[in-house]
């Protein structure tokens, strides 16, 4: 596996069931860091990811006696969809391993394949360890999400695609959780083209493989903490690995909230709707320190369920100043009220949000608490609104608070 003539193959595999999914120039993101941005959006898969390739490729090479145990896998989500799409195309039984946290919508699209849900453990690593033991229970063949050289070689063939529209690529940023997707699509790309500079991106709160890159060898993180579920991953693959160590030129963290305003700047301008895992590669470009570059950014997955697509966006909006609170005193007398809302309302800010607290001091006629909660067109606008207030006699406190 992970050789040449094997990556070939698995594009003519792959092509079966995936679609081969076209880059998107990125007129914003180019400006924005000074190169030639493009994304491959794997969101736009079957599937809602790139899981589908690996796990469709690790399948074809399986003999029917190993088709007819039945499969079994433990998964965040995108490759739970991917074995259960996979295995409902070989007419296999799939029984996939999810972890508690595992945002709905994954859960119901994984049954809507037909697969069999089982969910245990708070993050990936206590599902897999449930998986193996249901495994050899039962007689399942566990297919691994990352850890395998053919799962990885299914998704490697994502480089095949990017080299065959951009030739001339200068780097490519892929999300890492396990490395499975990194060690395919890095050592294709090397394979191709050995200039080609391969970046790893991980969340802030579960850095397995730069710490593992560290030590020279695969270690366990004590914890992780991230809202990208799909990469929250706390041991990188043993057998993977030497691979990642040879093909990846770096590995780049990103926190959280970096992913939030990503997650903005990818809806606005390209209309796209990206999981947090998959913006890793977006949220890393400020991080890359070269110019006039042919960039790709693998845009891994977009299953995100609408509550966490919610609580992104007002996050979001908070970052961005769009959406701002400040707490203001005034005297507990008729027209106070009016006369706040009249100074923000001639700013063109808009209210959508009053908590009024006439309990802050023991004299209620010397003054009560207003927090008004405001949306602005951006940080100008809201430091603009703030002056007005001031020029108003008031004293706006900015607070951190959320709606």
Known sequence: ??????????????????????????????????????LKPENLQITGAYKLRGAYYKISTLTDEERSRGLITASAGNHAQGVAYAAKAYGCKAVIVMPTTTPL????????????????????????????????????????PFDDPAVATGQGT???EIVKELPLVDYILVPVGGGGLATGVSTLA???????????????????????????????????????????????????????????????TVEDGELIVSFLDLVENHK???????????????????????????LSGGNMDIITMSSVVQLG?????????????????????????????NEQGNVVKLEHNQFVTTNRTAAVELKITIEAFGTDHKKKICKALESGGYKPQLISVLM
């Open 272 to 298: 796209l709707i990206v999981e947090n895992s998959g913006l890793l590669t977006v949220a890393a470009l400020k991080h890359l320190n070269v110019k006039n570059k042919k960039i790709v950014s693998i």
């Open 105 to 144: 919508m994954k859960v119901d699209r994984t049954k809507s394949y037909g697969a069999e849900v089982v969910l245990y453990g708070n993050v990936y690593d206590e599902a897999a360890e449930h998986a193996a033991r249901l495994a050899e229970e039962k007689g399942y063949t566990f297919i691994h």
């Open 1 to 38: 596996m992970l050789t040449l003539k094997a990556f070939e193959e698995a594009v003519d595999v792959v092509k079966k069931v995936a679609i081969e999914t076209e880059l998107i120039y990125s007129g914003f993101l180019s400006e924005q860091t000074g190169n030639k941005v493009y």
């Open 190 to 252: 090397k394979l191709l083209n050995p200039k080609i500079r391969v970046i790893g991106v991980e969340p802030a709160g579960a850095n397995c493989l730069q710490e593992s890159l560290k030590a020279g060898k695969p270690v366990t993180l004590d914890k992780v903490s991230t809202i990208a579920d799909g990469t929250a991953v706390k041991t990188p693959g043993k057998n993977i690995f030497p691979y990642l160590q040879k093909g990846l030129d770096d590995v780049i």
């Open 317 to 345: 909006l908070i970052k961005r100043d769009r959406i701002f609170t400040v707490s203001v005193l005034l005297p507990d007398k008729p027209g106070e009220l009016v006369r706040v809302a009249t100074i923000i309302a």
């Open 158 to 160: 994502i480089a095949m």
